[in-house]
């Protein structure tokens, strides 16, 4: 069948996936996993309160969610000490990012970001016709100054990308380094500042909300417990928030999802207890780890990248080795960072699983 009908550079790209997901393995191994440490999801579920929540708003569901997000919007705006024009709920950071670059990146346009950072903002740039240029890590961190100089020497940047903490290495720079750098941020590039995991970092950086040229992005998908429902939010001046508006799918929200984020957003003490949760399960990865002789990155996140010791094939081994014995992990996919895997953080029964399934493992491939 002819495809004619579909642009020059829909037929030129290639169809991807940025993530396969667990379910795809599950289906491809016949079972399901024992544990699943591999999505950065926050296994120790969303609160009670919030569950509450959607559970009435399931009930509604026959209604579209509010195309404003009024409720949500305020509360964020109020947690914030914002406006609510500096706030636009979306469909996750994956959505505000696919909407973001459309109204920034044409074809001949380029976007800056380091290699091996998050691939979903790639296929977006690539997807509206934009150009990556990439710089490599630096000592496991993504490298601000290298990052800030590739968009001040190349042609046409619109958008620079950084996650501070940094995924998929957990880690992160100080609030005082991002501060500054925002003061150089090169003339005409808008900074998406990817905070994903900001309720699990302890040093954020005071931004004012109407820098022209920052977009922070923040989710309820990590330690809020709420990934299966997809609900993100973005932070910036008033008429960058605007812009969205000119693009974005306004029913694209589901009542339910705005309804749980709304009580997760209210429940900050069960916030508090998931990430003391977090740390300690972020602290029995590390002890896992060290039996076995290997060691673990500093992580500002609720994962943790385990540094294999060797190289990428050999972390490849033990990713699979995992895989095999029931445990989803998933692994770094651009060296130096590859020769580590990454795993979740998880209760008690999901780490004793994890610990019983490393040890055979790295036995094994002693």
């Not at 708003?57 to 509360?75: G, I, S, V």
């Not at 380029?110 to 979903?120: D, I, K, N, W």
């Not at 939010?233 to 306004?250: C, E, M, S, T, W």
């Not at 699979?320 to 998933?330: A, D, Q, S």
């Amino acid at each position: 069948m002819s495809n004619d009908f579909l642009t020059p550079l829909a037929r030129e790209l290639p169809a991807s996936v940025p993530f396969v997901g667990p379910e795809a393995q599950e289906r491809a191994r016949g079972e399901a996993f024992t544990a699943r440490l591999g999505a950065n999801e926050s296994a120790f579920g969303p609160s009670t309160k919030a569950i509450a929540a959607m559970q009435h708003a399931a009930t509604e569901a026959w209604q579209y969610a509010d195309p404003e997000a009024h409720e949500l919007k305020h509360a964020l705006a109020e947690f914030h000490s914002v406006s609510p024009d500096h706030i636009m709920i979306g469909e996750g950071i994956d959505g505000l990012l696919a909407n973001l670059v459309r109204l920034t990146i044409t074809e001949g346009d380029h976007a800056v970001t380091s290699l091996g950072a998050y691939p979903t903002f790639n296929y977006h740039v690539v997807g509206f016709g934009g150009t990556l240029a990439t710089v490599p890590y630096q000592d496991d961190h993504e490298d601000i100054p290298a990052l800030w100089a590739k968009a001040q020497q190349t042609p046409r940047t619109k958008l620079m990308y950084l996650s501070n903490p940094d995924n998929p290495m957990g880690t992160a720079h100080s609030a005082k380094v991002i501060e500054a750098a925002i003061k150089d941020i090169p003339v005409g590039v808008l900074l998406v500042l990817d905070e994903a995991y900001a309720d699990t970092h302890h040093d954020l950086p005071q931004i004012d909300a109407n820098t022209p040229n920052v977009v922070r992005m923040r989710t309820f998908s990590k330690a809020y417990g709420l990934a299966g429902v997809r609900v993100g939010y973005a932070l910036g001046a008033p008429d960058v928030i605007a812009a969205f508006n000119k693009v974005r799918n306004h029913f694209g929200m589901s009542r339910v999802g705005m309804a749980g984020a709304l009580a997760a957003l209210q429940d900050q003490s069960y916030l508090k207890q998931t990430v003391a949760q977090i740390e300690a399960s972020k602290a029995r990865i590390a002890d896992t780890a060290r039996a076995h002789g290997l060691t673990c990155l500093p992580s500002h996140t609720n994962f943790v990248a385990i540094d294999c010791g060797r190289d990428e094939a050999f972390a490849v081994r033990v990713m699979n080795e995992l895989l095999e014995r029931g445990i989803f992990v998933r692994k770094p996919a651009v060296a130096p960072q590859s020769r580590a895997i990454r795993v979740s953080c998880g209760p008690k029964d999901a780490m004793d699983a994890f610990e019983k399934a490393f040890a055979a493992t790295m036995a094994k491939l002693a």
